[in-house]
Each structure stands twice: as structure tokens, then as C-alpha cells.
């Protein structure tokens, strides 16, 4: 008897062997790069780590940690009271490490650790944002400023390596906003340089009136001329309203808070400036 004639596969199962074998493959390939990649790179982490040698000609490091100051990429919008337009926070970060750490180094971590410090911050400036006008960036950035100063500074681990971080921030306005508010602050810019104006004057008329009556001072006494007495008494009360008028100018302003009770304004008269003679 002949032995039957040996059955060859079919075309449809030779391709599938072949491409299991060839996914097995490509399975072991990569496992076996991807351990590699991982063993090269803590090894690169480890080398850089360590203080590289010091040449001959090298200058001496600078004293104390590495650090590394970054402003976040884009501003951070946060609405305002409303909904309708926002703040923008322009944020600064100062990223540094307590550990001996190259520059590479501390910038891939930088950049590892930057968007949580982003998002961080983003919430601080939408708590404080969501109950103020869209008109109050300065009080945003006065409440920011003290979130921000009672947790200075952030930190953030990875393995060993820990990174801190000390946000600071500004804020700006909504660009669509600047057009309404733009003649009230022309108002206001009006207003201050008239305050300024006359608290200048009633500051320079209570100096010349303390001046003048120091100077007739000098020539009272029992035999003196009525005129320097009245003259005299006349320089006193000039100098207690003027002193009053400043008193009136801080009192409404509200920079200068004063605790008095704010007399009436009274400001200078013609006839209680100087006299362009020279004293008696």
C-alpha cells in the first residue's frame, strides 16, 4: 500500500498563522523597547540629578536652590458677577526644588506640574470673582493677593523629587467693558486733580497764615500797636480755617479717612492771604 499524499494547509489558514506569529512578535518587540526606554530613562533622571564635575575653567554655582520663573502660557479668564464678562489673571509662577536639581531637570518637572498650578489658581480667582462687578478687577486682585498670601507657597511630589512652586498674579479687565467705564473714569481722574488742587491751597494757606502769625508774635506786647494786635488775630483765625478746610478735604475723601467731625468748608478769603507788604 502507498502512504496518502500529505494535505497541505489552505491559503486562508497559512495567512492567519502568519499573522498571529507576526502580532506575537510585534507584541514581544515592544514590551521588550518599552522596558528599555523606561530602564535608559531613569538612568538619564538619576545621571542628571547628580552634580555634574566641576572643570578648570568652570565658574563657581550660584549659591542656594535653582529657580526657574515662568508666566503661564495664556491668561486665565474667570467670570464676573453675572456671567457676562470676565476677569483676566495674568499668572507668574517661581518653580523651584530643595534637592540639587539641573535645569533640565527642574524644567521637565516644571512643565509636568504646571497645569495642575494653573487649575489651582483658576479656582482661587473664580471664588473670588463670582460675587464682584466686572468693573472691580482691583478688588479681585487685592483678594487674590491675600488668598494667595495665606498658602505662599505649593508643592508637589513626583517619586522622590519634590518641586515647590510660589504663584503670584495681576488682573486686568474685560476689553469689552473699558468703553463704559472709560467716561466715568475720566470723571474721577477730574475730580482727584481738583481734590489735589485744593488741598495743595489750603495746605499752603495754613503754612503762610502759621508763618505770618509767628511773625507778628514777635512784635506784641504791652506796647504795641492795636493794628499788629488785630493784625495778629486776624493771621489766627485765617490759619484755624484753613486748617478746618483741610480737615473738610480728607474727611470726604476716601483715602484720607479723618476721625473729626468735619466742619463746614470755609476757604480762604482774598483778604486773609498775605499782605504783599513786608510786616510792620
Known amino acids: 500500500m502507498t502512504d496518502a499524499p500529505e494535505q497541505r494547509p489552505r491559503p486562508a489558514d ?3 498563522q502568519r499573522g498571529v506569529r507576526g502580532l506575537t512578535i510585534a507584541r514581544d518587540v515592544s514590551v521588550r523597547g518599552w522596558r528599555w526606554w523606561a530602564r535608559t530613562w531613569d538612568r538619564l533622571v538619576a545621571a542628571l540629578q547628580d552634580e555634574a564635575p566641576v572643570g578648570a575653567g568652570a565658574g563657581p554655582s550660584p549659591p542656594g536652590p535653582l529657580i526657574e520663573q515662568r508666566d503661564a502660557p495664556r491668561l486665565i479668564a474667570v467670570p464676573a458677577r453675572g456671567y457676562v464678562y470676565s476677569f483676566y489673571v495674568r499668572a507668574t509662577f517661581a518653580w523651584s526644588s530643595p534637592a540639587s536639581l539641573r535645569a533640565e531637570v527642574l ?19 473664580a471664588d473670588a470673582a463670582r460675587n464682584l462687578p466686572p468693573n472691580r478687577a482691583a478688588d479681585l486682585e487685592v483678594a487674590l493677593q491675600r488668598a494667595l498670601a495665606d498658602d505662599p507657597v505649593w508643592r508637589y511630589k513626583r517619586g522622590e523629587v519634590i518641586i515647590t512652586c510660589r504663584p503670584d498674579a495681576t488682573v486686568r479687565l474685560d476689553e469689552r467693558i473699558l468703553p463704559a467705564l472709560k467716561p466715568h473714569i475720566d470723571r474721577l481722574v477730574k475730580l482727584e486733580y481738583q481734590f489735589d488742587e485744593q488741598l495743595r491751597q489750603a495746605r499752603y494757606a495754613e503754612e503762610l497764615s502759621r508763618r505770618w502769625t509767628a511773625i507778628l508774635n514777635e512784635h506784641v506786647d504791652e506796647t504795641a500797636d492795636q493794628d499788629i494786635t488785630d493784625a495778629r488775630d486776624h493771621m489766627l483765625t485765617a490759619q484755624q480755617d484753613a486748617a478746618r ?6 474727611s470726604h475723601h476716601p483715602d484720607h479717612p479723618t476721625d473729626p467731625t468735619p466742619s463746614p468748608s470755609i476757604p480762604p478769603q482774598q483778604t486773609r492771604s498775605a499782605p504783599d507788604s513786608s510786616p510792620p
Open 107 to 125: 524644567s521637565w518637572y516644571v512643565r509636568y506640574f504646571e497645569p495642575n498650578a494653573i487649575q489651582r489658581l483658576t479656582r482661587l480667582a
Open 245 to 250: 478746610w483741610i480737615n473738610e478735604l480728607l
Open 14 to 16: 497559512l495567512w492567519r
